[in-house]
């Protein structure tokens, strides 16, 4: 076989194959997305991205309501977890579900803006903003606008008051220890939600062993329901057989 006849052979499977499936946005919300509350009517929610209390430190473009949006497929999944977390008096807390990509434009806006500092000393102190999307924290496109990611975490139950926060609060390091960074009625996984450091990693050994324990039943409980998690996240999950692989939609949260 020559090298010039095998690469016409090379071609001409190439031809042959199908091209991969070309990512698609859609401002329409499919007739399988629910509000979680009627899949886990009891499920706990605090949607950062509705108030000013998260890494832009304003509402986020798309955010209409503090609610959580999901695919039926992934609210079903996820259910599944929350009945096996009631029997040890623990609940889900939802920070965020579905994510349109209005909202992740704004985050790119944002990570672009280098001058606009004002919640570094909370959720990202340590790096410089210049490298959120080299460092994998910010990116064009996110698994939230596909409806099956989430990011949660776990309350004990009676869930104690989650504490307010008011824009102008002095900000505290979210690596800090509980009791020193900003209070959540969380377990204690080690950091807070949206800290863009190194201790976020799932399974960084750097943390304590309680903390370890409290990610570990997390991640244990959302891979037997069908979830990955992120490597950078302790928080943020996506299901595996997710039913939009390549769709990116674009409509409000509301």
Not at 6 to 18: H, R
Not at 59 to 74: I, N, S
Not at 91 to 106: E, F, G, S
Not at 176 to 193: E, I, K, Q, Y
Request: net charge negative; charged share 25%; glycine share 4%.
């Amino acid at each position: 076989m020559t090298i010039r006849w095998f690469a016409a052979f090379i071609a001409v499977i190439a031809l042959c194959m199908p091209a991969p499936a070309a990512a698609t946005k859609t401002e329409e919300m499919p007739d399988d997305f629910v509000q979680i509350e009627e899949i886990i009517p009891d499920v706990l929610l605090e949607i950062r991205y509705f108030s000013d209390h998260n890494f832009l430190g304003v509402r986020v473009d798309g955010y209409e309501k503090p609610a959580c949006l999901l695919t039926r497929r992934a609210a079903e999944a996820l259910a599944g977890v929350q009945k096996e977390l009631r029997p040890f008096g623990i609940t889900l807390k939802i920070y965020d579900c579905y994510r349109p990509q209005r909202a992740v434009d704004h985050f790119v806006r944002w990570a672009k803006d280098i001058a606009d500092t004002k919640t570094r000393e909370e959720f990202y102190p340590m790096i410089d903003k210049r490298n959120l999307f080299r460092d994998g924290y910010i990116a064009e496109r996110s698994s939230h606008s596909r409806g099956s990611t989430v990011d949660l975490t776990l309350v004990a139950l009676p869930a104690a008051l989650q504490p307010s926060y008011t824009s102008g609060d002095p900000l505290k390091a979210c690596f800090l220890p509980a009791g020193v960074r900003f209070a959540d009625n969380s377990l204690d996984m080690g950091t807070g939600f949206d800290c863009f450091h190194e201790l976020s990693h799932p399974d960084n050994p750097n943390i304590a062993l309680a903390q370890r324990s409290h990610r570990l039943l997390l991640k244990t409980l959302m891979d037997k329901h069908g979830f990955n998690n992120y490597n950078k996240e302790w928080w943020h999950f996506t299901l595996r057989n997710e039913p939009y692989p390549e769709t990116y939609f674009n409509f409000p949260v509301k």
